[in-house]
Each structure stands twice: as structure tokens, then as C-alpha cells.
């Protein structure tokens, strides 16, 4: 409890600091464009490594060996998306929020809209997400098992989230993003470094022993070859499209993400921004190298049924492995200091990235949707700021609420969800918007409200929400267990909503008679040069 509430006070300090060096929007939304391509990359590597890489894959890849892995591998390969194809363009083009990028060439309300809208439901879905780690995670530190006393961690967890994004703003929360990934990487290097001096560095002892201890018991083999989560003999086929689906929506959905998009816009120049990228790819992979040892380590040291005991769907793995191997190098107090660190860091992690997604949602609805659409460009930078923290309430109650609602759920699984919805409507929008000349704005509302709708009420009618009741003493997976209404029989929508996405942004497109061919020119000059960018961020 010490170690946790220093780490609590120390970024509370860090957000009233940054609170009085708020004083513009640019400051609020954008942290003043301050920040060098280092300090931005360490952030990027902060906003991206959620509790669903920590917490998340670890569980999973302790309950499903080999197919967990293939989240740590789609989260990572996403990046190169996001580098090679959106973040200097996007630097170059935009201002505060994506919609800055959609607007430019087009009808700006109805845009901004949908991009507003976009937005707000993708942050939801992610922090639905970090709501659930935290409080599986405060719940193991505190011994709180009764969904009940879950739920007011989860209410704990939404006001210090609420806290950060009012008083710190864009600044406030890099500054915490920053040594949240300072404190992971080396949480998670040193208890990877205790598991494998435990099997003498050899990686073929640790997985055989977590294969003994975890696999099935007919066959431990299986526990490392694919096949154990995803294309089962149950499955069948839709198993196997399933696996392809997930696949999609995590390398897709990186480049669409809200609140990955506006790190782009906190540093001074284009190649700034693909610095940070740079950096924040090298961080992020050396961490999902991490996750493998963790993942597989809880396997073998912990073992499936100790960790499904503490929580089904396995997300307190990587605490309780931290916890088994401090006990056993350092005996029963090196084990509680252990865990007390690795807990105080990945609750770092939930604080950090729920206040990067608050603060992307509250930003995107004050900018786009008030300044813009309500009050049609004539809001002042007070009042949008205003505005922004006034929606970080809103959206924070929201975000708590249905974190209640959705424990019990793998908190990676339900990242991946927030992939395949930012996959579906985000990105075929910027990639439209930057890259076709053609597109006008029939198109860009089509693509974000197609991709969007299709991916929603595929998730609705799938089997994440309704399914027939589990077996007693089995995980319950959906989110209304005991009603059965789905149809779609995958988890992952991705694989259908994605390519509708794209297909209903060219169908807009092409149906609209709307061309403005010097906008295109413009914003191509501006976003593969930077010619123009200076000017629009200072408007």
C-alpha cells in the first residue's frame, strides 16, 4: 500500500505541476508541441503498453500458451502501419485531433461529426478495457474478491483518471505516460530476468515446464503449438476465420487509434514525429519480447488453475508470478515487496493510458464537435478547454460504469475490439483522406459510419455479449451470460467490418459528385513536406 500510494502522490504532483504550466489549447490538447522525438517515443511506448500488453497478454498466453502469443505479435507488427503510412502525414496535416486531417479538404461539420463520434466510441471500448485490469488488479492487491468491492476499485481508478486529464491536460499526462514506461520496462526486465535465472537462461526448460503445468493434461504439447484457443475442434472453421479476423484488427487498428493519433501532433516537426515512432517501436518490441517470458513464466511457476483461481479470465498472471518467484529467490517478503512493485507499475500503466484516451475523446468532443459543429468555429480556446474537461467527466462516468459491467472479460480481448472498431471506421478514413484524390466528404462520413455501425452490431450479435450459460466452474465470457441472441459467430468483427469500411468510403465517394482538386494538392504538398504545417497549427 506504500509503494502504491508514493507512485499515486508522486504523479498527482506531476499533474499539479503541469496544471500551472497549462495556459492554451496548444498546451491543453498538444503539451505546446514541447516535447523532443525521445520524450515522445518513451510516451508513445507509455500510451500503447495498456493493461491489455501487461496484464492482458501475460494471462494469456499463461492460459493459452502459444495462440496468447499472436496478441503480443499483431500489437507490435501494427506499428509499422502507423510509421510507414499515418504519422508523419498526419504531423504535417493536422492541428489538435484527427478530424483536423478529414476536415481540411471537406464539408468540416459533417466530418468532424462523425470523426467526433469515432472517437468517443473507440475510447470507450479501450477504457472498458483498463477499467477491468484495474480492478482485477487492485482486487489481487487487496484481497477483494466480491464483484462489488471490484467495482469500487473501478470507481477509484475513473476519479484519479478524471483528475489527471481536468488539472494536467496533454502535459500532465505525457509526463506521466513517460515514467509509467520508464517503471514497466523495468518492472517487467527484472522479473523476466528472475524467471529465466530460475530455468539457468535455458527458454526450452521454461517452456516445458510451463506446458507440464499448464497444457492439457492429455496432450501438454498442445499448450505450444496453435490450435489451443483459436481453431479448436469445437470451433471448426469459424474458429480459424476468427484467428485471421483478430490478426486484422490488431495490425489495422494502431494507426486508427485516437488517442495514439494526437501523440503526433505533441512534437515540433514531421521528423520529430517519426523519431518518436521509432523509438516507440523499439520500446514496445523489446516489451512484447517481455510478455513471451511472463506469459509462459506464470505458466510454469503459477499454473493455470492458480490463475484462473484469482481471476477466470486470467489477468492478474503477470502480479502473481512477480509474487512466486520474489518468494522463491528472495523468500516471503521479497515476494509481497515484488509484488507491491509490479502492482504499483501496471497500475501506473491503467492511470497513464486512461488518461491518454480521456483526454483523446474529451479533446476530440470539444474541438470537433462543440467549437466546430455546435458553435460553427466561433468558440473561444477558453471554452473549448473548458469544454474538454467538462466531457473528461462525462466520458470517465461512462467509461466506469460499463468497466463494472465487463468484468470478468480478458482485458487484451477487449482491446482488440477497440482495434477492430478504430480499424473499421478510423482508418479507411485517413487513409482515403491522405492518399485518394477523389475523396470528398459523402465518402468520409460513409466510411467512418459504415466501418463504425458495421463493427458495433457485429459485437452486439456476437457471442461477446450473449451466450448460452457456462458450465459451472468454467470462465463466463460474455457480457450477458445465460441469453443467447447473437448470430455472427465470430469475436472479432474485423474481418467483415474492416474491408465494409473501406468499401462504403469508395461507394460515398464515387456516388457524390463533390471534387475539390486544389484541396487535395494542398494538403498532398503539405502532408509529404510540412510546407503550410506551421501556419495551420497556429490558426
Not at 331 to 347: K, M, N, S, Y
Not at 402 to 416: E, K, S
Not at 439 to 447: D, I
Not at 466 to 491: E, K, R
Request: charged content about 10%; aromatic content about 10%; some cysteine.
Amino acid at each position: 500500500m506504500i509503494l502504491f500510494l508514493t507512485f499515486v502522490a508522486a504523479t498527482l504532483a506531476i499533474t499539479f505541476w503541469a496544471s500551472r504550466q497549462t495556459k492554451t489549447a496548444a498546451d491543453y490538447y498538444a503539451g505546446g508541441r514541447s516535447f523532443s522525438g525521445v520524450q515522445n517515443g518513451l510516451a508513445i511506448g507509455g500510451d500503447y503498453m495498456s493493461a491489455a500488453s501487461f496484464l492482458g497478454i501475460a494471462g494469456i498466453i499463461a492460459l493459452s500458451g502459444y495462440d496468447g502469443f499472436l496478441y503480443s505479435i499483431g500489437f507490435l507488427v501494427a506499428w509499422l502501419v502507423a510509421l510507414l503510412l499515418v504519422a508523419e502525414l498526419m504531423r504535417n496535416s493536422g492541428k489538435f485531433t484527427m478530424a483536423d486531417v478529414l476536415a481540411f479538404r471537406m464539408s468540416p461539420r459533417p466530418v468532424r461529426t462523425a470523426a467526433g463520434v469515432s472517437t468517443i466510441v473507440v475510447s470507450i471500448f479501450y477504457l472498458l478495457a483498463q477499467m477491468v485490469g484495474a480492478g482485477a488488479l487492485v482486487g489481487l492487491l487487496l484481497g477483494i474478491t466480491s464483484p462489488s468491492g471490484k467495482a469500487w476499485t473501478i470507481v477509484g481508478v475513473g476519479a484519479l483518471m478524471i483528475v489527471y486529464v481536468v488539472f494536467g491536460g496533454m502535459k500532465g499526462t505525457t509526463w506521466v505516460q513517460i515514467v509509467k514506461a520508464v517503471l514497466l520496462m523495468g518492472g517487467a526486465a527484472l522479473v523476466t530476468v528472475l524467471v529465466l535465472a530460475k530455468f539457468g537462461f535455458n527458454l526450452s526448460s521454461l517452456l516445458g515446464q510451463a506446458a507440464t503445468t499448464s497444457g492439457p493434461k492429455a496432450n501438454p504439447e498442445s499448450f505450444l503449438s496453435p490450435g489451443l484457443k483459436y481453431g479448436t475442434e469445437a470451433q471448426g472453421l469459424a474458429g480459424k476465420i476468427d484467428l485471421i479476423s483478430l490478426g486484422l484488427a490488431l495490425v489495422l487498428g494502431t494507426a486508427g487509434l485516437p488517442h495514439i493519433l494526437i501523440r503526433f501532433y505533441t512534437v515540433p516537426t514531421a521528423k520529430d514525429a517519426r523519431k518518436s515512432v521509432l523509438w516507440g517501436i523499439g520500446i514496445i518490441g523489446v516489451f512484447y519480447l517481455l510478455t513471451l517470458v511472463l506469459g509462459f513464466g506464470a505458466a510454469a511457476l503459477v499454473g493455470k488453475e492458480a490463475i484462473t483461481a484469482g481471476d477466470k479470465a486470467g489477468n492478474t498472471a503477470a502480479p502473481m508470478l512477480a509474487e512466486r518467484i520474489g518468494e522463491e529467490i528472495f523468500g516471503p517478503v521479497g515476494g509481497t515487496i515484488l509484488l507491491a512493485l509490479i502492482g504499483a507499475v501496471a497500475f501506473a500503466t491503467i492511470l497513464a493510458v486512461v488518461a491518454g484516451l480521456t483526454l483523446a475523446s474529451s479533446s476530440s468532443f470539444s474541438h470537433d464537435l462543440y467549437a466546430h459543429v455546435f458553435k460553427r468555429g466561433q468558440a473561444s480556446e477558453r471554452q473549448e478547454v473548458v469544454v474538454a474537461r467538462i466531457s473528461a467527466l462525462i466520458i470517465g462516468a461512462v467509461a466506469i460504469g460499463l468497466g463494472i459491467l465487463a468484468q470478468g472479460q480478458n482485458v487484451a480481448f477487449l482491446v482488440a475490439l477497440a482495434f477492430a472498431v478504430a480499424a473499421s471506421g478510423n482508418l479507411p478514413a485517413i487513409l482515403y483522406s491522405l492518399f485518394w484524390k477523389r475523396f470528398n466528404t459523402a465518402g468520409a462520413v460513409s466510411a467512418i459510419y459504415g466501418g463504425l455501425v458495421s463493427a458495433l452490431v457485429l459485437v452486439i450479435f456476437s457471442p461477446v455479449v450473449s451466450a448460452p450459460a457456462p458450465p459451472a466452474g468454467t470462465a463466463v465470457t460474455a457480457l450477458i451470460p445465460g441469453v443467447d441472441f447473437h448470430w455472427f459467430p465470430l469475436s472479432n468483427p474485423g474481418i467483415v467490418s474492416i474491408p465494409l469500411g473501406f468499401l462504403c468510403g469508395w461507394l460515398g465517394t464515387i456516388l457524390s459528385k463533390e471534387y475539390n482538386a486544389a484541396k487535395y494538392a494542398e494538403i498532398e504538398v503539405r502532408s509529404l513536406t510540412g510546407v503550410g504545417a506551421e501556419k495551420a497549427t497556429k490558426h
